[in-house]
């Protein structure tokens, strides 16, 4: 192999990866959700309610990303929760995501084996 071509190679490559690391990107809104459910909640009502958190993140066209977890057990958190991250490029998107039929929907499934629900939104600042 002719290695006095590999150094201007891995500069070249370089310079390409860091200056589209340095490209500024546009900003986006996330609405973080968590849902705490009641201990004696049936595992299948939370996992229908997982799934229509998915479907509407992944189905829906106003929706950019969507991300999903369980927050772990531990001194501040003895519940079962749930944590649901929608990401999407503007307020208005946000807007019609709530306004939309399958939102509307969604936020009556499982309803009685909750016990509580947080919603959160924030502009990501990079």
């Known amino acids: ?30 609405h973080v959700v968590t849902v705490t459910f009641k201990p004696t909640a049936p595992a299948a009502v939370i996992k229908a309610v ?12 106003m929706t950019r990303g ?8 531990d001194a501040r958190n003895k519940d079962i929760r749930h944590v649901y991250v929608t990401t999407f490029a503007s307020e208005k998107e946000l ?6 039929p399958e939102h509307q929907k969604h936020i009556k499934l499982g309803a009685s084996e909750i016990a509580g629900v947080q919603a959160v939104d924030f502009w990501v600042e990079k």
């Open 1 to 30: 192999m002719n290695t006095k071509f590999l150094f201007p190679m891995l500069v070249v490559l370089c310079s390409l990866t860091c200056a589209q690391a340095q490209t500024p990107s546009q900003k986006v809104l996330r």
């Open 66 to 73: 969507y991300e999903w977890g369980i927050a772990p057990m």
């Open 50 to 61: 997982d799934a229509s958190f998915k479907n509407l993140g992944t189905k829906l066209k």
């Open 95 to 100: 807007q019609a995501y709530g306004a939309s």
